[in-house]
């Protein structure tokens, strides 16, 4: 059973002990004297697994628990309690073997060599990790053109802008084609096109080598556009696993549909279609029950003249924002 | 083939990468050269006080310690506690530990390529010190030569294991580096890089040789000068201290890696 899955996670926890100081002069000396620590459970009890291939996000919170999952599935850090399997091994004993199958990529956390080419770094870890010159050229050549990087290979690191350095560390954390790539916040301090970018290769990743691929980010297009499916974690539990799709008709059982009516209409015309969320000229936006949303449509199309009409979801940033601070999913 | 666990290519591709790496910082690495000329300095104050005699000394015996100990220090010299702490605070560690082979090579191979980096600078030193002070100069023989290269290398494993142990204790204190002042001390007054050891009272010199640290500067400096030295002696101490310090270094990284809690990331 535990074999099929490719992550098994089962009931994993993670104490920290944190040290805690009052403020002012006395609790520095207190602190300097008599430290006091306290036992903080970012991670309680959490259970999941993931087949090979998939594409998994991890939403919540800052300090919700999300990197301390990650960085106990690669072997970062050591579980408290709990059973861990990351493709066959137990990621804290941390052999060669497991970490020839994982990468982690961070986001604004570098392991390129500042002041020399990305090249030469791309060539230590293919040393490393054992892979042969020619096939480690054709692999780097080949993620390089997926990256669409090509004479920065050559330039400094130093001399690269944020966007060719997260590429280039995306590069050098794939060298040796791991099976499972931990990205946390691997878009973190990138321009639009940038992360779009990164988005678009780590799709072609997935499709062309099957690996699976776990993520943390705080930019909701990350998640909406990779992870078809994703875990929310919150106070270090786990409150939803699914796809966002789920997530959302969950969250809010509404749908906004926006149109355009010709003639000049008035506010009470439409209120026995859905509730009115605002009305300008003859735009008009109308929050609609989900399972009413077709009806709704029809009537509105054989009712008025609509010049446009257009179905939308509630925005998913804020209904995230939602889970975050109730910390539950309805 | 494999030495250490290493393959010759990852040794070869680490050991360039890490030369072109220093390459780049040369004026730094020129000016570290430079600032090792401690030595120098005691050389003079003790030349002029007129106290070699005290040492056991002559003047010129004195000259070619301190050169010979400027010279080891610089093929010794050790700071991975601070490339370490760095690393640990700034979360670059992380992925180090997460790739298949120990972090502590790549810092022996930075530390291997510098020394390599410093060698023109300290050649162009000595040159110098020679045409200023031409009595000192002197050639040693072969296998002297050869046996100071041995004790120089086996005081730069002592000392780079010294600083590891110092460096594992950044898994339980975030800030290392001061603890790396209670092996600097002593290594300062006990290595033999202000006085020679031979200045020290007998008793107190009993003692001293029960540390590491003479081996690191004195007696290595001793052997490159010619000196009357029990090499062979002196070269299996060294050994016994790099078979003592290495299951040490080995346990405190296992065990410290466990508290590790990828702090900066």
């Known amino acids: 059973m535990r074999k099929s899955k490719h992550i098994q996670v089962e009931n994993l926890s993670k104490i920290y002990r944190v040290a805690d100081k009052k403020p002012g002069l006395k609790g520095t000396f207190s602190h300097f004297f008599n430290r006091s620590t306290n036992n903080v459970e970012a991670v309680k009890g959490v259970n999941f697994s993931i087949e090979a291939g998939e594409i998994v996000g991890f939403l919540g919170a800052n300090g919700a628990g999300k990197t301390t999952i990650l960085k106990m599935l690669c072997g970062l850090i050591h579980p408290t309690n709990g059973y861990i399997n990351v493709a066959g091994f137990s990621p804290q004993r941390r052999q060669n073997a497991f970490l020839k199958e994982i990468t982690l990529v961070m986001g604004q956390k570098q392991q390129l060599i500042w002041d020399l080419p990305p090249m030469d770094s791309f060539q230590v870890n293919a040393a490393v990790y054992g892979i042969l010159e020619m096939e480690s050229k054709n692999i780097i050549f080949e993620l390089a053109e997926m990256l669409d990087i090509g004479n920065e290979l050559y330039r400094p690191v130093r001399k690269l802008s944020l966007g060719q350095r997260m590429k280039a560390e995306l590069l050098a954390s794939l060298i040796h084609s791991p099976s499972v790539l931990f990205l946390d916040e691997p878009t973190l301090g990138l321009d639009v096109n940038a992360q779009s970018r990164v988005r678009g290769f780590l799709t072609e990743y997935n499709k062309r080598t099957n690996a699976t691929i776990l993520l943390t980010s705080h930019y909701m297009a990350d998640i909406t556009t990779l992870c078809p499916r994703i875990l929310c974690v919150h106070e270090g539990q ?93 | 083939m494999k030495i250490f666990g290493l393959s010759p290519r990852v040794i070869k591709v680490l050991l360039t990468t890490q030369y072109a790496n220093m390459l780049e910082y040369r004026i730094e690495i020129a000016l570290w050269a430079l600032s090792g000329i401690l030595p120098f300095i005691m050389l003079s104050l003790w030349t002029e006080s007129n106290t070699a005699n005290t040492f056991s000394f002559t003047n010129i015996e004195l000259s070619r310690y301190f050169l010979s100990a400027f010279l080891v220090r610089q093929f010794s010299v050790v700071w991975v506690v601070f490339l370490f702490e760095e690393d640990a605070l700034l979360g670059r560690l992380s992925p180090y530990l997460l790739q298949p082979i120990h972090p502590l090579w790549r810092y022996v191979s930075s530390h291997l390529a510098e020394q390599l980096t410093r060698f023109p600078f300290a050649f162009l030193i000595a040159f110098i010190f020679f045409t200023l002070n031409p009595s000192s100069f002197w050639i040693p023989s072969f296998p002297r030569f050869l046996f100071a290269c041995i004790a120089t290398n086996f005081a730069f494993i002592i000392a780079f294991l010294l600083q590891s142990l110092i460096a594992s204790l950044c898994f339980w204190s975030e800030k290392a580096s001061s603890l790396e002042r209670l092996i600097f001390v002593p290594y300062l007054f006990l290595s033999g890089l202000l006085v020679p050891l031979s200045a020290f009272p007998s008793h107190i010199l009993k003692f001293v040789l029960y540390t590491p640290f003479p081996y690191l500067i004195n007696f290595p400096a001793r052997i490159l000068s010619g000196m009357p030295v029990d090499i062979l002696k002196i070269i299996s101490i060294q050994i016994i201290w790099i078979l003592i310090l290495t299951p040490i270094v080995r346990f405190l990284w296992q065990i410290g890696v466990r508290r590790y809690t990828a702090m900066g990331s």
């Not at chain 1, 355009?260 to 000229?281: A, L, T």
């Open chain 1, 238 to 330: 786990i409150i939803y696993d699914g796809d966002l799709d789920s997530l959302s008709s969950r969250l809010n059982p509404n749908k906004k549909i926006i149109f355009e009516v010709r003639s000049d209409v008035s506010k009470e015309s439409f209120s026995k279609y859905g509730k009115i969320q605002e009305i300008n000229k003859g735009f008009i936006s109308l929050l609609v029950s989900r399972n009413k949303v077709n009806f709704i449509v029809n009537q509105l199309l054989s009712d008025f003249e609509i010049v446009d009409l257009e179905i939308k979801d509630p925005p998913i940033d804020e209904l995230i924002g939602d889970i975050f601070s109730n910390g539950k999913v309805l």
